[in-house]
């Protein structure tokens, strides 16, 4: 069956980094996009960032752009998040999802990470 195990969140002070890492297994992981998506107390979850299957293309929000990159490794079934200039409004659990946008849709996700920016 289809898993993604997210790892690598922690604390982080603010302007700070942390990279996220999501490893996924049960599918031909190279076939499909992959997403970042986040969810904090009281809000609604929020795309974070998405690369196509052949990790040539990534999409951001504006509210991450300059600040996160995705990217993958196809040999080792891995998506990951590099995380910079950490805010405390990116603190959150952090999720991986197959899928690229949206607009799309994600059929399959990980249990999370939590990311914690705090001083």
């Known amino acids: 069956q289809v898993q993604l195990v997210e790892s690598g969140g922690g604390l982080a002070q603010p302007g700070g980094s942390l990279r996220l890492s999501c490893a996924a297994s049960?599918?031909?992981?190279?076939?499909?996009?992959m997403s970042w998506l986040r969810q904090a107390p009281g809000k609604e979850r929020e795309w974070v960032a998405g690369?196509?299957?052949?990790?040539?293309?990534?999409y951001y929000p504006d509210s991450v752009k300059g600040r996160f990159t995705i990217s993958r490794d196809n040999a080792k079934n891995t998506i990951y998040l590099q995380m910079n200039n950490l805010k405390p409004e990116d603190t959150a659990l952090y999720y991986c999802?197959?899928?690229?946008?949206?607009?799309?849709?994600?059929?399959?996700w990980g249990q999370g990470t939590q990311v914690t920016v705090s001083s």
């Open positions: 690369i196509y299957s052949d990790g040539k293309d990534t």
């Open positions: 999802a197959r899928g690229l946008h949206p607009i799309e849709g994600f059929d399959f």
């Open positions: 049960g599918f031909s992981f190279s076939s499909f996009a």
